[in-house]
């Protein structure tokens, strides 16, 4: 007989640049899991909304350009159809737009399927807001990650200089804070810490000790055979 039992998941959720995508990335590699970044949807739907000059308090519209996008992940790079756009969705002012239209339960419900048809033997690590509390609530581990608004913006700053692009450490902090506060605050999947999360405060901790702190929980996670 088939078995029936669904893929495990890892649900990393946290804040904008609390080093889910780093850290999330890296455990899918060690355990050879499949890894959704579910970020990268919601940039990817406000970036066309962004080009195509979109309203983006129209949520009716907002949906329909996300029912109808094709975000392919292949490797490292997202593209939309054959355009590659792993670095235009990395853009600041696409993040914020991201985080507008993501209040919306519409664009939200037109992204559930997709994220959860990435949910693949052996294994899924799934990265963003709502993983664990609404995307993944079986999964096998759920752990929140934070970091202080100041190491963040840190990290954003040097991700952001890492690859030519222009950064500004004062608006950054402001960026982060409203998004916090934007993220945390909608009445639709808010960022929280669900209910059986592990919370890993990651301000000074080295990636490498994020990943095996992940990796160790997980192993000891009930349903992990
Ligand atoms: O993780 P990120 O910074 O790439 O996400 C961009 C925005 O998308 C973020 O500000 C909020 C939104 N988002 C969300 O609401 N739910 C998710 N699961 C992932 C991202």
């Known amino acids: ?7 495990p998941v890892i ?9 889910k995508g780093t850290v999330a990335q890296r455990v899918a590699t060690e355990l050879g899991f499949h890894y959704l970044d579910s970020g990268a949807l919601y940039r990817a739907a406000a970036l066309v909304a962004l080009e195509a000059g979109t309203n ?22 997202v593209r939309l159809e054959s355009r590659d756009i792993t670095d235009a969705i990395r853009e600041e002012r696409v993040g914020v737009a991201a985080s507008r239209i993501a209040s919306w339960p519409k664009v939200r419900a037109a992204l559930l399927g997709r994220q959860r048809s990435l949910r693949r033997p052996p294994g899924l690590v799934a990265e963003g807001r709502d993983m664990g509390s609404v995307v993944f609530p079986d999964a096998a581990l759920k752990i929140f990650l934070t970091a202080s608004v100041e190491a963040r913006a840190e990290r954003r700053y040097k991700q952001l200089m890492g690859k030519g692009l222009r950064a500004n450490m004062a608006a950054l902090l402001h960026d982060i804070r409203a998004r916090d506060a934007r993220d945390s605050e909608r009445a639709v999947a808010p960022l929280q810490k669900s209910a059986g999360a592990i919370v890993l405060d990651t301000t000074g901790m080295p990636v490498e000790e994020v990943v095996a702190q992940v990796l160790a929980r997980y192993k000891q996670a009930p349903q992990v055979p």
């Open 56 to 77: 983006l308090e129209n949520e009716s519209d907002i949906a329909h350009i996300t029912m109808n996008i094709n975000v392919i992940f292949d490797g490292e790079h």
């Open 11 to 19: 649900a990393i959720d946290g804040p904008s640049a609390s080093g």
């Open 1 to 7: 007989m088939a078995d029936s039992t669904p893929a």
